[in-house]
Protein backbone atom coordinates (compact mmCIF):
# COMPACT_ATOMS: atom_id res chain seq x y z
CA UNK A 1 0.00 0.00 0.00
CA UNK A 2 1.23 4.07 -0.51
CA UNK A 3 1.93 5.73 2.20
CA UNK A 4 1.21 9.10 1.09
CA UNK A 5 4.64 11.76 2.24
CA UNK A 6 5.23 15.39 1.36
CA UNK A 7 8.68 16.78 0.74
CA UNK A 8 9.58 20.42 -0.24
CA UNK A 9 12.73 20.64 -2.22
CA UNK A 10 13.96 23.53 -0.10
CA UNK A 11 17.12 24.19 -3.48
CA UNK A 12 13.41 25.09 -5.67
CA UNK A 13 10.94 26.68 -3.04
CA UNK A 14 10.50 30.15 -3.99
CA UNK A 15 8.15 31.45 -1.18
CA UNK A 16 5.44 32.61 -3.53
CA UNK A 17 2.83 31.36 -0.76
CA UNK A 18 0.80 29.28 -3.47
CA UNK A 19 0.68 26.46 -1.75
CA UNK A 20 -0.64 28.42 1.24
CA UNK A 21 -3.45 30.39 -0.85
CA UNK A 22 -4.55 26.97 -2.42
CA UNK A 23 -4.89 25.28 0.98
CA UNK A 24 -6.99 28.01 2.40
CA UNK A 25 -9.17 28.76 -0.34
CA UNK A 26 -9.50 24.90 -1.30
CA UNK A 27 -10.92 23.85 2.28
CA UNK A 28 -12.86 27.05 3.64
CA UNK A 29 -10.07 27.36 6.06
CA UNK A 30 -11.10 30.24 9.06
CA UNK A 31 -9.35 32.97 9.65
CA UNK A 32 -6.27 32.83 11.90
CA UNK A 33 -5.83 28.79 11.32
CA UNK A 34 -2.90 27.58 8.64
CA UNK A 35 -2.74 24.35 7.65
CA UNK A 36 0.32 25.06 5.80
CA UNK A 37 2.96 27.89 5.89
CA UNK A 38 6.34 28.68 4.38
CA UNK A 39 9.01 29.30 6.73
CA UNK A 40 11.77 31.31 5.64
CA UNK A 41 15.11 30.38 7.12
CA UNK A 42 17.96 33.19 7.35
CA UNK A 43 15.16 35.22 5.36
CA UNK A 44 17.39 38.45 3.71
CA UNK A 45 20.76 36.87 3.68
CA UNK A 46 22.65 35.42 0.72
CA UNK A 47 22.06 31.20 1.06
CA UNK A 48 18.24 31.93 2.24
CA UNK A 49 16.16 29.13 2.35
CA UNK A 50 12.50 28.65 2.12
CA UNK A 51 10.40 25.29 3.21
CA UNK A 52 7.02 25.17 3.35
CA UNK A 53 5.42 22.94 6.24
CA UNK A 54 2.27 21.35 6.89
CA UNK A 55 1.34 17.89 8.84
CA UNK A 56 3.49 15.60 7.93
CA UNK A 57 1.42 12.41 8.14
CA UNK A 58 4.15 11.06 10.60
CA UNK A 59 4.31 7.21 10.45
CA UNK A 60 4.77 7.34 14.30
CA UNK A 61 2.70 10.36 14.96
CA UNK A 62 3.16 12.25 18.38
CA UNK A 63 -0.18 14.27 17.98
CA UNK A 64 -1.94 10.88 17.71
CA UNK A 65 0.36 9.46 21.26
CA UNK A 66 -0.40 12.21 23.51
CA UNK A 67 -4.25 12.64 22.68
CA UNK A 68 -6.22 12.39 26.09
CA UNK A 69 -9.17 11.14 23.93
CA UNK A 70 -7.40 9.26 20.83
CA UNK A 71 -9.28 11.12 17.76
CA UNK A 72 -6.45 10.38 15.45
CA UNK A 73 -6.44 7.57 13.22
CA UNK A 74 -3.70 6.56 10.19
CA UNK A 75 -5.61 5.73 6.89
CA UNK A 76 -4.63 2.66 4.44
CA UNK A 77 -2.77 5.56 2.55
CA UNK A 78 -0.82 6.53 5.30
CA UNK A 79 -2.31 9.81 5.52
CA UNK A 80 -3.13 10.83 9.49
CA UNK A 81 -6.13 12.33 10.26
CA UNK A 82 -8.76 12.89 13.18
CA UNK A 83 -12.10 13.15 14.26
CA UNK A 84 -13.25 16.38 15.38
CA UNK A 85 -16.55 14.94 17.26
CA UNK A 86 -14.15 13.74 19.42
CA UNK A 87 -11.70 16.42 19.64
CA UNK A 88 -11.89 18.78 22.71
CA UNK A 89 -9.30 21.31 21.96
CA UNK A 90 -6.64 20.79 24.99
CA UNK A 91 -3.75 21.66 23.00
CA UNK A 92 -1.65 18.55 23.20
CA UNK A 93 -1.17 17.91 20.03
CA UNK A 94 -0.09 21.19 19.10
CA UNK A 95 3.14 20.76 21.72
CA UNK A 96 3.67 17.11 20.37
CA UNK A 97 3.88 17.79 16.85
CA UNK A 98 7.42 19.03 15.92
CA UNK A 99 5.78 20.94 12.99
CA UNK A 100 3.54 23.47 14.56
CA UNK A 101 0.91 21.31 12.13
CA UNK A 102 -2.11 21.31 14.34
CA UNK A 103 -3.81 24.31 14.69
CA UNK A 104 -6.95 26.07 16.40
CA UNK A 105 -9.73 28.86 15.72
CA UNK A 106 -9.49 30.21 19.22
CA UNK A 107 -6.67 31.27 21.81
CA UNK A 108 -9.08 32.09 24.82
CA UNK A 109 -8.71 32.24 28.93
CA UNK A 110 -9.26 28.88 30.39
CA UNK A 111 -8.06 27.05 27.76
CA UNK A 112 -11.15 27.48 24.98
CA UNK A 113 -9.72 26.84 21.67
CA UNK A 114 -12.25 24.70 19.77
CA UNK A 115 -11.92 21.50 17.42
CA UNK A 116 -8.35 21.30 16.73
CA UNK A 117 -7.69 21.75 12.33
CA UNK A 118 -4.79 19.96 10.67
CA UNK A 119 -3.49 19.25 6.75
CA UNK A 120 -5.93 16.39 6.06
CA UNK A 121 -3.54 15.61 2.74
CA UNK A 122 -6.92 16.63 1.07
CA UNK A 123 -8.33 13.32 2.52
CA UNK A 124 -10.99 14.78 4.13
CA UNK A 125 -12.42 13.45 7.58
CA UNK A 126 -14.28 10.41 8.99
CA UNK A 127 -17.72 12.00 8.11
CA UNK A 128 -19.28 10.21 4.82
CA UNK A 129 -16.70 10.93 1.32
CA UNK A 130 -18.67 14.22 0.02
CA UNK A 131 -20.79 14.75 2.22
CA UNK A 132 -21.74 18.40 3.64
CA UNK A 133 -20.51 17.42 7.17
CA UNK A 134 -16.95 16.30 5.61
CA UNK A 135 -16.69 19.77 3.71
CA UNK A 136 -17.62 21.89 6.80
CA UNK A 137 -15.19 20.39 9.04
CA UNK A 138 -12.25 18.75 7.56
CA UNK A 139 -12.66 20.66 3.81
CA UNK A 140 -12.75 18.99 0.57
CA UNK A 141 -11.62 15.12 -0.35
CA UNK A 142 -9.81 15.33 -3.30
CA UNK A 143 -7.83 11.72 -2.58
CA UNK A 144 -11.23 10.63 -2.82
CA UNK A 145 -11.11 11.95 -6.46
CA UNK A 146 -7.88 10.11 -7.01
CA UNK A 147 -6.30 13.64 -6.88
CA UNK A 148 -3.24 14.72 -4.73
CA UNK A 149 -3.34 17.34 -2.32
CA UNK A 150 -3.43 20.98 -4.09
CA UNK A 151 -0.67 22.16 -2.63
CA UNK A 152 1.47 20.31 -4.10
CA UNK A 153 -0.34 19.74 -7.09
CA UNK A 154 -0.18 23.58 -8.09
CA UNK A 155 3.38 24.24 -7.42
CA UNK A 156 5.08 26.42 -9.62
CA UNK A 157 8.74 25.31 -9.40
CA UNK A 158 7.46 21.50 -8.30
CA UNK A 159 9.67 21.87 -5.06
CA UNK A 160 6.52 20.75 -2.71
CA UNK A 161 5.92 17.39 -3.63
CA UNK A 162 3.24 14.89 -2.60
CA UNK A 163 2.38 11.02 -3.27
CA UNK A 164 3.23 7.65 -2.27
CA UNK A 165 6.31 8.35 -0.24
CA UNK A 166 8.45 5.69 -2.76
CA UNK A 167 7.86 7.52 -5.50
CA UNK A 168 8.78 10.91 -4.35
CA UNK A 169 11.71 10.00 -2.94
CA UNK A 170 12.55 8.55 -6.62
CA UNK A 171 11.71 12.26 -7.98
CA UNK A 172 14.12 13.90 -5.05
CA UNK A 173 16.75 11.14 -5.84
CA UNK A 174 17.36 12.09 -9.63
CA UNK A 175 17.39 15.85 -8.86
CA UNK A 176 19.66 15.24 -6.43
CA UNK A 177 21.90 13.31 -9.39
CA UNK A 178 21.19 15.47 -11.65
CA UNK A 179 21.86 18.52 -10.03
CA UNK A 180 25.62 17.21 -8.62
CA UNK A 181 27.09 19.46 -6.01
CA UNK A 182 29.31 22.20 -5.22
CA UNK A 183 32.56 20.53 -3.26
CA UNK A 184 31.67 21.99 -0.33
CA UNK A 185 28.64 19.87 -0.34
CA UNK A 186 30.81 16.89 0.91
CA UNK A 187 33.52 15.84 2.62
CA UNK A 188 34.75 16.26 6.17
CA UNK A 189 33.99 20.47 6.63
CA UNK A 190 30.64 19.70 5.62
CA UNK A 191 29.73 16.86 7.62
CA UNK A 192 31.96 18.33 10.89
CA UNK A 193 32.18 21.45 10.55
CA UNK A 194 35.37 24.09 10.19
CA UNK A 195 38.74 23.10 12.54
CA UNK A 196 37.16 20.42 13.99
CA UNK B 1 50.42 -1.59 75.41
CA UNK B 2 52.31 -2.71 72.14
CA UNK B 3 48.65 -4.13 70.79
CA UNK B 4 47.25 -0.99 71.15
CA UNK B 5 49.34 1.12 69.50
CA UNK B 6 49.40 -1.81 66.40
CA UNK B 7 45.75 -1.27 65.98
CA UNK B 8 46.03 2.28 65.26
CA UNK B 9 48.95 2.17 63.25
CA UNK B 10 46.61 -0.53 61.15
CA UNK B 11 43.61 1.70 61.67
CA UNK B 12 46.33 4.71 60.15
CA UNK B 13 46.95 2.35 57.13
CA UNK B 14 43.00 1.98 56.22
CA UNK B 15 42.29 5.12 56.61
CA UNK B 16 45.02 6.02 54.20
CA UNK B 17 44.10 3.34 51.85
CA UNK B 18 39.91 4.77 52.01
CA UNK B 19 41.33 8.51 51.42
CA UNK B 20 43.77 7.43 48.12
CA UNK B 21 41.12 5.45 46.76
CA UNK B 22 38.95 8.76 47.19
CA UNK B 23 40.95 10.82 45.59
CA UNK B 24 41.69 8.79 42.69
CA UNK B 25 37.92 9.02 42.15
CA UNK B 26 37.42 11.93 42.28
CA UNK B 27 40.49 13.11 40.72
CA UNK B 28 39.59 10.75 37.47
CA UNK B 29 36.25 12.31 37.21
CA UNK B 30 38.12 16.01 37.60
CA UNK B 31 41.22 16.35 35.36
CA UNK B 32 39.27 15.16 32.29
CA UNK B 33 36.93 18.36 33.18
CA UNK B 34 39.65 20.53 33.01
CA UNK B 35 40.24 20.81 29.09
CA UNK B 36 36.76 22.60 29.47
CA UNK B 37 38.57 24.98 31.08
CA UNK B 38 41.13 25.74 28.14
CA UNK B 39 38.73 24.76 25.13
CA UNK B 40 36.93 28.04 23.95
CA UNK B 41 32.90 27.23 24.33
CA UNK B 42 32.27 28.65 20.15
CA UNK B 43 35.15 25.57 19.30
CA UNK B 44 33.23 23.26 21.16
CA UNK B 45 29.85 24.42 20.02
CA UNK B 46 30.72 25.52 16.51
CA UNK B 47 31.52 28.88 15.58
CA UNK B 48 29.27 31.68 14.30
CA UNK B 49 28.45 31.17 10.88
CA UNK B 50 28.31 33.86 8.70
CA UNK B 51 27.71 33.97 4.78
CA UNK B 52 31.39 34.32 3.44
CA UNK B 53 32.88 33.22 -0.04
CA UNK B 54 36.11 32.03 1.44
CA UNK B 55 34.65 30.02 3.78
CA UNK B 56 31.47 29.18 2.18
CA UNK B 57 29.86 25.89 3.22
CA UNK B 58 26.95 24.35 2.27
CA UNK B 59 23.92 26.37 2.72
CA UNK B 60 21.41 23.86 2.23
CA UNK B 61 23.13 21.76 4.93
CA UNK B 62 23.52 24.76 7.43
CA UNK B 63 19.70 25.67 7.10
CA UNK B 64 19.24 21.92 7.90
CA UNK B 65 21.19 21.43 10.80
CA UNK B 66 20.06 25.30 12.09
CA UNK B 67 16.08 23.78 11.52
CA UNK B 68 17.10 20.65 13.32
CA UNK B 69 18.26 22.36 16.34
CA UNK B 70 14.82 24.32 16.32
CA UNK B 71 16.08 27.46 15.04
CA UNK B 72 12.89 30.02 13.78
CA UNK B 73 12.98 31.98 10.59
CA UNK B 74 10.22 34.05 8.60
CA UNK B 75 6.93 33.08 7.91
CA UNK B 76 3.84 35.48 6.63
CA UNK B 77 1.69 33.29 7.87
CA UNK B 78 -0.70 34.86 11.28
CA UNK B 79 -2.80 33.26 13.73
CA UNK B 80 -2.54 32.22 17.34
CA UNK B 81 -0.79 28.76 16.91
CA UNK B 82 1.23 29.76 13.66
CA UNK B 83 4.78 29.65 14.93
CA UNK B 84 8.15 30.54 12.63
CA UNK B 85 9.81 27.79 14.08
CA UNK B 86 10.42 24.43 11.36
CA UNK B 87 11.11 22.12 13.97
CA UNK B 88 10.34 21.79 17.68
CA UNK B 89 12.19 18.98 19.39
CA UNK B 90 10.52 19.58 22.52
CA UNK B 91 7.04 18.04 21.00
CA UNK B 92 8.38 14.31 20.76
CA UNK B 93 10.65 14.57 24.35
CA UNK B 94 7.17 15.70 26.07
CA UNK B 95 5.09 12.76 24.36
CA UNK B 96 8.19 10.56 25.67
CA UNK B 97 7.39 11.74 29.06
CA UNK B 98 3.77 11.88 28.91
CA UNK B 99 3.17 8.35 27.54
CA UNK B 100 6.35 7.07 29.35
CA UNK B 101 7.06 7.40 33.19
CA UNK B 102 4.30 10.52 33.41
CA UNK B 103 1.59 7.66 33.22
CA UNK B 104 3.14 4.27 33.96
CA UNK B 105 5.27 5.46 37.23
CA UNK B 106 2.94 7.77 37.65
CA UNK B 107 -0.36 5.10 37.66
CA UNK B 108 1.35 2.69 39.52
CA UNK B 109 2.81 5.07 42.23
CA UNK B 110 -1.05 5.86 43.35
CA UNK B 111 -2.34 2.03 43.18
CA UNK B 112 1.14 1.67 45.45
CA UNK B 113 0.08 4.18 47.71
CA UNK B 114 -3.68 3.59 47.99
CA UNK B 115 -2.47 -0.32 48.46
CA UNK B 116 -0.22 0.14 51.27
CA UNK B 117 -2.85 2.63 52.84
CA UNK B 118 -5.41 -0.42 53.13
CA UNK B 119 -2.64 -2.49 54.18
CA UNK B 120 -1.61 -0.67 57.05
CA UNK B 121 -5.38 0.32 57.76
CA UNK B 122 -5.93 -3.51 57.73
CA UNK B 123 -2.72 -4.45 60.07
CA UNK B 124 -3.34 -1.43 62.62
CA UNK B 125 -6.76 -0.63 62.54
CA UNK B 126 -8.50 2.72 63.71
CA UNK B 127 -6.33 5.67 66.23
CA UNK B 128 -8.72 5.09 69.05
CA UNK B 129 -9.41 7.50 71.57
CA UNK B 130 -7.38 5.89 74.14
CA UNK B 131 -9.29 7.13 77.23
CA UNK B 132 -12.75 7.07 75.63
CA UNK B 133 -14.45 10.14 75.11
CA UNK B 134 -15.12 12.41 77.49
CA UNK B 135 -17.96 13.81 76.16
CA UNK B 136 -16.80 17.54 76.78
CA UNK B 137 -15.63 19.60 73.00
CA UNK B 138 -13.80 22.40 72.86
CA UNK B 139 -13.35 24.31 69.32
CA UNK B 140 -10.63 23.07 66.99
CA UNK B 141 -11.79 24.85 63.31
CA UNK B 142 -13.77 28.18 62.92
CA UNK B 143 -16.42 28.36 61.21
CA UNK B 144 -14.46 30.19 57.94
CA UNK B 145 -11.58 27.62 57.99
CA UNK B 146 -14.12 24.86 57.64
CA UNK B 147 -15.72 26.82 55.03
CA UNK B 148 -12.55 27.26 53.19
CA UNK B 149 -11.29 23.49 54.14
CA UNK B 150 -14.03 21.54 52.76
CA UNK B 151 -14.35 24.35 49.79
CA UNK B 152 -10.49 23.24 48.61
CA UNK B 153 -11.21 20.22 49.50
CA UNK B 154 -13.77 19.37 47.39
CA UNK B 155 -12.36 21.32 44.33
CA UNK B 156 -9.11 19.38 45.19
CA UNK B 157 -11.50 16.16 44.64
CA UNK B 158 -12.73 17.21 41.60
CA UNK B 159 -9.99 18.60 39.83
CA UNK B 160 -8.26 15.29 40.56
CA UNK B 161 -10.89 13.20 39.04
CA UNK B 162 -10.98 15.17 36.44
CA UNK B 163 -6.92 15.49 35.95
CA UNK B 164 -6.30 11.71 36.32
CA UNK B 165 -9.22 11.22 33.49
CA UNK B 166 -7.62 13.47 30.91
CA UNK B 167 -4.41 11.32 31.67
CA UNK B 168 -5.52 8.00 32.17
CA UNK B 169 -8.82 7.66 30.44
CA UNK B 170 -7.31 6.69 27.25
CA UNK B 171 -5.68 4.02 28.92
CA UNK B 172 -8.43 3.21 31.38
CA UNK B 173 -12.37 4.66 30.37
CA UNK B 174 -11.73 4.66 26.49
CA UNK B 175 -12.12 0.99 26.46
CA UNK B 176 -14.89 0.69 29.12
CA UNK B 177 -16.90 3.80 27.45
CA UNK B 178 -15.84 3.82 24.19
CA UNK B 179 -14.31 6.85 22.23
CA UNK B 180 -17.07 9.23 21.42
CA UNK B 181 -18.51 8.77 25.19
CA UNK B 182 -15.24 9.19 26.70
CA UNK B 183 -14.96 12.37 24.23
CA UNK B 184 -17.83 13.86 25.53
CA UNK B 185 -16.99 13.57 29.64
CA UNK B 186 -13.39 14.47 28.60
CA UNK B 187 -14.74 17.75 27.22
CA UNK B 188 -16.83 18.58 30.30
CA UNK B 189 -14.11 17.28 32.41
CA UNK B 190 -11.87 19.65 30.68
CA UNK B 191 -14.03 22.60 30.97
CA UNK B 192 -14.59 21.78 34.69
CA UNK B 193 -10.94 21.31 35.48
CA UNK B 194 -9.86 24.27 33.34
CA UNK B 195 -12.34 26.88 35.44
CA UNK B 196 -12.25 25.23 38.59
CA UNK B 197 -9.01 25.00 39.07
CA UNK B 198 -8.46 29.08 39.26
CA UNK B 199 -11.22 29.13 42.49
CA UNK B 200 -9.33 26.76 44.00
CA UNK B 201 -6.18 28.46 43.69
CA UNK B 202 -7.32 30.96 45.65
CA UNK B 203 -8.47 28.68 48.49
CA UNK B 204 -5.15 26.99 48.49
CA UNK B 205 -3.64 30.62 49.07
CA UNK B 206 -5.87 31.65 51.69
CA UNK B 207 -4.71 28.20 53.38
CA UNK B 208 -1.07 29.35 52.72
CA UNK B 209 -1.91 32.83 53.93
CA UNK B 210 -4.25 32.00 57.08
CA UNK B 211 -2.62 28.95 58.28
CA UNK B 212 1.00 28.86 58.05
CA UNK B 213 1.22 30.44 61.46
CA UNK B 214 0.24 27.77 63.00
CA UNK B 215 2.89 25.13 60.80
CA UNK B 216 6.21 26.94 61.69
CA UNK B 217 8.25 24.42 62.45
CA UNK B 218 9.80 23.69 66.16
CA UNK B 219 11.66 21.63 68.58
CA UNK B 220 8.33 20.01 69.58
CA UNK B 221 8.14 18.37 65.70
CA UNK B 222 11.52 17.32 65.49
CA UNK B 223 10.80 15.33 68.53
CA UNK B 224 7.16 14.07 67.29
CA UNK B 225 9.54 12.89 63.97
CA UNK B 226 11.90 10.70 66.41
CA UNK B 227 8.76 8.97 68.00
CA UNK B 228 7.54 8.35 64.48
CA UNK B 229 4.45 10.17 65.38
CA UNK B 230 2.44 7.42 67.55
CA UNK B 231 2.01 4.99 64.99
CA UNK B 232 5.31 3.49 66.05
CA UNK B 233 5.93 2.66 69.37
CA UNK B 234 2.09 3.12 70.87
CA UNK B 235 3.57 6.27 72.74
CA UNK B 236 1.70 9.75 71.81
CA UNK B 237 4.56 12.14 70.68
CA UNK B 238 3.72 16.06 72.35
CA UNK B 239 2.15 18.49 69.54
CA UNK B 240 0.81 22.08 69.40
CA UNK B 241 -2.31 22.90 67.60
CA UNK B 242 -0.62 21.01 64.26
CA UNK B 243 1.94 18.29 64.61
CA UNK B 244 4.51 17.63 62.62
CA UNK B 245 2.95 15.23 60.05
CA UNK B 246 0.32 17.73 59.48
CA UNK B 247 3.03 20.47 59.04
CA UNK B 248 4.76 18.28 56.30
CA UNK B 249 1.15 17.85 54.54
CA UNK B 250 0.97 21.64 54.59
CA UNK B 251 4.61 23.00 53.47
CA UNK B 252 4.93 19.94 51.49
CA UNK B 253 1.75 19.46 49.84
CA UNK B 254 -0.50 22.88 50.38
CA UNK B 255 2.31 24.67 50.19
CA UNK B 256 5.11 23.12 47.60
CA UNK B 257 3.30 20.81 45.21
CA UNK B 258 0.54 23.44 45.91
CA UNK B 259 2.74 26.38 44.89
CA UNK B 260 3.91 24.56 41.53
CA UNK B 261 0.33 22.81 40.41
CA UNK B 262 -0.69 26.59 41.11
CA UNK B 263 1.92 28.44 38.63
CA UNK B 264 1.84 25.68 36.03
CA UNK B 265 -1.62 25.11 35.93
CA UNK B 266 -2.36 28.83 35.34
CA UNK B 267 0.53 28.74 32.32
CA UNK B 268 -1.73 26.23 31.01
CA UNK B 269 -4.65 27.41 31.48
CA UNK B 270 -4.40 31.12 29.93
CA UNK B 271 -2.82 30.54 26.47
CA UNK B 272 -4.05 33.79 25.31
CA UNK B 273 -1.34 35.82 27.68
CA UNK B 274 0.89 34.54 24.99
CA UNK B 275 4.21 33.97 26.03
CA UNK B 276 4.14 30.25 26.06
CA UNK B 277 5.82 28.93 23.55
CA UNK B 278 5.19 25.26 22.61
CA UNK B 279 8.59 24.61 25.17
CA UNK B 280 7.02 26.34 28.00
CA UNK B 281 3.42 24.30 27.81
CA UNK B 282 4.81 21.39 27.40
CA UNK B 283 7.42 21.59 30.39
CA UNK B 284 4.30 23.06 32.30
CA UNK B 285 2.12 19.63 31.80
CA UNK B 286 4.64 17.66 32.70
CA UNK B 287 5.46 19.32 35.93
CA UNK B 288 1.65 20.22 36.69
CA UNK B 289 1.05 16.37 36.27
CA UNK B 290 3.90 14.97 38.31
CA UNK B 291 3.27 17.39 41.28
CA UNK B 292 -0.22 16.65 40.99
CA UNK B 293 0.24 13.36 41.29
CA UNK B 294 1.97 13.24 44.06
CA UNK B 295 -0.41 15.76 46.01
CA UNK B 296 -2.80 13.35 45.44
CA UNK B 297 -0.96 10.40 46.66
CA UNK B 298 0.04 12.73 49.40
CA UNK B 299 -4.04 13.60 49.82
CA UNK B 300 -4.76 9.66 49.98
CA UNK B 301 -2.82 10.15 53.53
CA UNK B 302 -4.19 12.70 54.22
CA UNK B 303 -7.68 12.00 53.68
CA UNK B 304 -7.12 8.29 55.56
CA UNK B 305 -5.42 9.83 58.87
CA UNK B 306 -8.24 12.48 58.76
CA UNK B 307 -11.11 10.31 58.29
CA UNK B 308 -10.96 6.40 58.75
CA UNK B 309 -7.09 6.08 60.49
CA UNK B 310 -7.78 8.25 63.76
CA UNK B 311 -10.99 8.42 65.56
CA UNK B 312 -12.54 11.87 66.60
CA UNK B 313 -10.02 13.57 64.37
CA UNK B 314 -13.09 14.07 61.50
CA UNK B 315 -15.45 15.84 63.42
CA UNK B 316 -13.03 18.81 64.40
CA UNK B 317 -13.24 19.89 60.71
CA UNK B 318 -17.01 18.96 60.16
CA UNK B 319 -18.82 20.78 63.07
CA UNK B 320 -15.13 22.61 64.54
CA UNK B 321 -15.32 21.22 68.13
CA UNK B 322 -12.81 18.13 68.96
CA UNK B 323 -13.49 15.82 72.46
CA UNK B 324 -10.92 16.46 74.66
CA UNK B 325 -9.69 13.38 75.55
CA UNK B 326 -8.58 13.45 71.51
CA UNK B 327 -7.12 16.82 72.21
CA UNK B 328 -5.21 15.40 74.84
CA UNK B 329 -3.93 12.80 73.20
CA UNK B 330 -3.12 14.09 69.61
CA UNK B 331 -2.31 17.63 70.40
CA UNK B 332 -1.72 18.30 74.01
CA UNK B 333 0.42 21.27 74.32
CA UNK B 334 -2.57 22.79 71.67
CA UNK B 335 -5.15 21.34 74.53
CA UNK B 336 -3.18 23.18 77.33
CA UNK B 337 -3.00 26.37 75.84
CA UNK B 338 -6.64 26.22 74.74
CA UNK B 339 -7.44 25.53 78.38
CA UNK B 340 -4.96 28.79 79.46
CA UNK B 341 -6.65 30.77 77.34
CA UNK B 342 -10.18 30.43 79.30
CA UNK B 343 -11.90 28.55 76.86
CA UNK B 344 -14.57 26.27 78.47
CA UNK B 345 -15.09 22.58 76.93
CA UNK B 346 -18.61 22.38 76.17
CA UNK B 347 -20.56 18.95 76.85
CA UNK B 348 -21.96 17.23 73.94
CA UNK B 349 -25.15 17.53 75.70
CA UNK B 350 -25.36 21.14 75.18
CA UNK B 351 -24.34 21.74 71.80
CA UNK B 352 -27.04 23.43 69.45
CA UNK B 353 -29.09 21.60 67.35
CA UNK B 354 -28.16 21.06 63.90
CA UNK B 355 -24.64 20.62 65.43
CA UNK B 356 -25.23 16.67 66.27
CA UNK B 357 -22.23 14.89 67.38
CA UNK B 358 -20.77 12.56 65.38
CA UNK B 359 -20.74 9.75 66.64
CA UNK B 360 -24.49 8.31 68.89
CA UNK B 361 -24.86 9.37 72.27
CA UNK B 362 -24.75 6.24 74.09
CA UNK B 363 -20.61 5.62 72.96
CA UNK B 364 -19.81 8.74 74.46
CA UNK B 365 -20.09 7.44 77.99
CA UNK B 366 -17.21 4.87 78.39
Known sequence: MARMKFLCDAERCIECQACVTACKNEHEVPWGVNRRRVIVMNDGKPGEKAVSVACMHCTDAPCAAVCPVDCFYTTADGIVLHDKDLCIGCGYCFYACPFGAPQYP?????????????????????????SSAELTKYGTNRVEEGKLPLCAEMCSTKALLAGDGDIVADIYRKR????????????????YGEGV | ?????????????????????FAIIILAMALPSIGYLVADAAQVYGPEREFSEERATNPRSEMWRDARFGEGGFTTQTGPYVTNQMIA??????????????????GWFLIAVLVLISLFFAFTGRARIEEGRSGMTVVRWKGYERFLHWFTALSFIVLAITGLSLLFGRYVLIPVVGHS??????????YVHNFLGPAFSVGVLFMIILWAKDNIPNRTDLQ?????????????????????????????????????????????????????????MAWSQSIHAIAAIIWIGFFFGHAYIGTLGTEGALEGMTRGRVDTNWAKQHHDLWYEDVIARGERPVPESELEDGKAPAHPAGQSGH
Not at chain 2, 11 to 17: C, N, P, T
Not at chain 2, 181 to 190: E, I, N, R, S, V
Request: glycine letters at 18%.
Open chain 2, 89 to 106: NIGENWRQVRTGPMTTIG
Open chain 2, 181 to 190: GFAGYAQGAM
Open chain 2, 1 to 21: MRSQAQATKASRRWRAMLWSL
Open chain 1, 176 to 191: IITRGGRPQTWGWEAA
Open chain 1, 106 to 130: QQSAFGVRGKMDKCTFCAGGPEEVH
Open chain 2, 224 to 280: WFKQGGGIVGGKHPSAGKMNGGEKVWFWGGVFTLGLIVIVSGFILDFPNWGFQTREI
